[in-house]
T-cell receptor
Framework: DVKVTQSSRYLVKRTGEKVFLECVQDMDHENMFWYRQDPGLGLRLIYFSYDVKMKEKGDIPEGYSVSREKKERFSLILESASTNQTSMYLC??????????????FGEGSRLTVL | GQQLNQSPQSMFIQEGEDVSMNCTSSSIFNTWLWYKQDPGEGPVLLIALYKAGELTSNGRLTAQFGITRKDSFLNISASIPSDVGIYFCAGQLLNRDDKIIFGKGTRLHILP
């Protein structure tokens, strides 16, 4: 069974803290994505990556960075967390053919609260 | 940026009723997709549509890719309790296969 695993389901952090959200996929997928989900706003793309050490900005990259040192792992970093980054964060992956079919495989999400 | 207008935002229906939701845009799409998110889970792909006019079914779900390539609808027949969740439309823009845009979601509630 294909799987995208996000390291933490729930996190509570303080303003100014550095936050790491980890995502691992076991499908040997080339492409990985980070979205945030907020009520009434749907899913918004933060960053994505086509290959190891490659990254592209999505629609809302401000305040975030990413790291892809290995094919299976894509990390989202909040250098200095702020309260407006309280949200549900979803990691997803897709194969090369998935870029044509549009099929993304999502993790279960990481709910981050910044106090 | 490009937007998908998904409606309705939420629905309250009785078990057994049929459901209809849709997405529209001012942009032309190559692909239309419908995802469902169960409570506490990530979204899962339900149906993918690749040709204008295409009508595809998956069990009780039916979706269509609009002729103008700017819209899509999803119908659910004879709703059951496990249909509860958030349904997202998504699309890939013409000539931008690397980008999938999501609608804001339709939250489906089913009354007993």
């Amino acid at each position: 069974d294909v799987k995208v695993t996000q390291s933490s389901r729930y996190l509570v952090k303080r303003t100014g803290e550095k936050v790491f959200l980890e995502c691992v996929q076991d499908m040997d997928h080339e492409n990985m994505f980070w979205y945030r989900q907020d009520p009434g706003l749907g899913l918004r793309l933060i960053y994505f990556s086509y290959d190891v050490k490659m990254k592209e900005k999505g629609d809302i990259p401000e305040g975030y960075s990413v790291s892809r040192e290995k094919k299976e792992r894509f990390s989202l970093i909040l250098e200095s967390a702020s309260t407006n980054q309280t949200s549900m964060y979803l990691c997803a992956s897709s194969s090369l053919s998935g870029m044509v079919t549009g099929e993304l495989f999502f993790g279960e999400g990481s709910r981050l609260t910044v106090l | 940026g490009q937007q998908l207008n998904q409606s309705p935002q939420s629905m309250f229906i009785q078990e057994g009723e049929d459901v209809s939701m849709n997405c529209t845009s001012s942009s032309i799409f190559n692909t239309w997709l419908w995802y469902k998110q169960d409570p506490g889970e990530g979204p899962v792909l339900l149906i993918a549509l690749y040709k204008a006019g295409e009508l595809t079914s998956n069990g009780r779900l039916t979706a269509q890719f609009g002729i103008t390539r700017k819209d899509s609808f999803l119908n659910i027949s004879a709703s059951i309790p496990s249909d509860v969740g958030i349904y997202f439309c998504a699309g890939q823009l013409l000539n931008r296969d690397d980008k999938i845009i999501f609608g804001k979601g339709t939250r489906l509630h089913i009354l007993p």
